[in-house]
Structure formats: C-alpha cells, structure tokens
C-alpha cells in the first residue's frame, strides 16, 4: 500500500470501456493506492453524470490545464492524441492509451522531443504486449535484429476498415487477414493493433515500418486471444512468447488487458523525460 499524503492527480480522457474501468478502479482503490480523479472527459456528456461527480467532469478538453492533473490517460481514439497529445504532455505525464497514433512520424518525433523539454514522461501501456521492456533494453543495447507479432482472434473480435472479413462465417477456420509491417497495418486496425504499436515503440530502432505484424481470424479461438511474437537479435538469439488473453466472443480487448492497464497506471508517477513502457 502507498501511503503518499499528496495522491497522483489522475485526468482521463475518454469513456468507453477502458475509461469507465479505469475511473471505477481509481473510485474505488484509488485512495489506498496514492491516486484520486483529477478530471473525466467524454465528448459526450450525459455517459459521464451518473457515475462521475460534477466537479470532476471536465467538459471542454481545452481547459484540461485548469485541473492540474499529474497524469492524464488516454483512453479515447488515436485522433485525440494528435490533437491534444503535445498539449498534455507539455504539462503532465502522458499514459497513450492509443499508441497507434505514433505510426505518424511526425507526431512520434514531436511527442518524444515534448517529452524530453518539459522533463515529463510519455507512458506506453503494455497492453497485450509481452516481454516489452526487454524488446526495449535489446534495442537501446543495438542488439535487436527483427520483430514480428502475430495477433490471432475470433472473427468477432476484430473492428477492420476497407471491408476486411466482412463476410466470415462460424464454420470458416483460420484465416490470415494481413502481413506485413505494422505502419501499414495501423489504419487498416487502428482497435486492434495497440499491442503491436507499444512493441514498434519498444523497438524504435526497427520503427512501425521495420516490425511485422500479422492479424488472424480464427473461428476455434472463441474464449481468446492469442498474441505470438518472436524477437531476433545477435548470433542466433531468439526469444518466441505465446500469450492466451480470455476474452468474450465479440470483444476487442481481452479481459487481462484491463487489468494490465490498472497496472500501468500505478507506474505512471514520473519518469523524467522520455518514453516509458509499463
Ligand atoms: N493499449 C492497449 O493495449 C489498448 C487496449 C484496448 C484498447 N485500446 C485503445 O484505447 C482506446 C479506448 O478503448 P475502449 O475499448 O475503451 O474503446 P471504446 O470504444 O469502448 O471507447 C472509446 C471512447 O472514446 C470515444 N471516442 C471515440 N472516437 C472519438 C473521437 N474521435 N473523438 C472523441 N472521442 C471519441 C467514444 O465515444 C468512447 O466513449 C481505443 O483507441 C483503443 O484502441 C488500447
């Protein structure tokens, strides 16, 4: 238990489902943890007013600064993190939620060089992902090689653009929707390929265009989400994982995902300026 007299002050942008789980967890653990609510921000309001006190709903994002915030998560769409992403971080640490967002070079760029002026922290969530921050120390020691994730899900787990399995059938099996690097995977999935955008994070030396991401369709995987990936570094080294996320049918974010989240959160107290996985 953190016994802090002064709590993290929490702003969260967005509320949808990671937002309302993570507001009802600092409601209600938030105290005994060191974290209280600094603002809850929807752009719609009326999902907010009976679960959110008044005084907490924030309801021009703009005026975030007025709240003080210690941290402000995202939990919305990566649209949000273009718009207000520098603003935020140029005034308190910054959990991505949506790290799809820094498939955008520039906004990647800027985010980092923000980060770094203003000594506070860009916090990329795991999420899914494991094994990330050794994918992180492998490609600060110049030792990363490749890396490739497949993300495989039932057909009802996937949000897709440009028509992808819109016509999928429960009798159909396997079928792989994708190959190839994860920046062109990114606006073709922007829901389901968080995971692997925290990984091309982790590796920034190989980039959004020098991972491999593969999404499948697998009609067997009604319980859960499976999420492969095999890492290359120097002289035959290796390391492959397999993850089994539980997951309802027709969900996007496997269950274990939330509470990973929670977990990020509790790491977001500060960690200068840089780029963070937790
Ligand atoms: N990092 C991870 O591992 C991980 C895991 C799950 C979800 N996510 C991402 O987190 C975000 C939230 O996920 P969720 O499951 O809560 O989604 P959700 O759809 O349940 O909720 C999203 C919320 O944001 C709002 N919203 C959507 N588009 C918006 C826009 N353009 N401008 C303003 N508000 C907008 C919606 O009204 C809703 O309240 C998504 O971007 C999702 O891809 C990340």
Redesign the pocket.
């Known amino acids: 238990m953190d016994h802090r007299a002064v709590p993290i002050k929490v702003g969260v942008v967005?509320?949808?489902?990671?937002?309302r789980f993570l507001v009802d967890r600092i409601q209600r653990d938030g105290p005994g943890v060191g974290l209280s609510l600094a603002f809850v921000w929807?752009?719609?309001t009326d999902?907010l007013t009976d679960s959110v006190p008044d005084d907490q709903i924030l309801t021009d994002l703009a005026e975030f600064t007025d709240r003080n915030a210690d941290v402000i998560v995202e939990?919305?769409?990566?649209?949000?993190v273009k718009e207000f992403g520098i603003q935020f971080l140029a005034h308190a640490n910054f959990l991505v939620?949506?790290?799809s967002a820094l498939a955008n070079p520039q906004l990647d760029q800027a985010l980092r060089l923000t980060a770094k002026q203003h000594g506070k922290t860009l916090y990329v969530?795991s999420?899914?992902l494991w094994g990330g921050q050794d994918i992180q120390r492998m490609n600060d020691s110049g030792s990363l090689r490749a890396l490739s994730i497949r993300m495989s899900k039932h057909p009802s787990c996937f949000r897709l653009g440009e028509g992808l399995l819109s016509d999928w059938s429960e009798v159909e099996g396997r079928r792989v929707l994708f190959h190839g690097s994860v920046a062109d995977l990114c606006p073709i999935a922007?829901?389901n390929v968080?995971?692997m955008a925290?990984a091309a994070i982790a590796a920034s030396a190989l980039g959004f265009h020098g991972v491999a991401g593969e999404i499948v369709s697998d009609t067997a995987l009604a319980d859960y989400h499976l999420v492969e990936i095999e890492v290359t570094g120097l002289d035959g080294f290796s390391v492959k994982t397999q993850r089994r996320n539980p997951a309802e049918l027709g969900a996007?974010?496997g269950r274990a995902?939330y509470r990973s989240f929670w977990s990020s959160l509790l790491v977001c107290k500060g960690h200068g300026g840089r780029v963070y996985l937790c």
């Open positions: 967005g509320y949808g489902h990671l937002g929807n752009r719609n999902k939990v919305c769409h990566p649209h949000i939620g949506s790290p969530p999420g899914a922007p829901n968080n995971t925290a996007v974010t995902t």
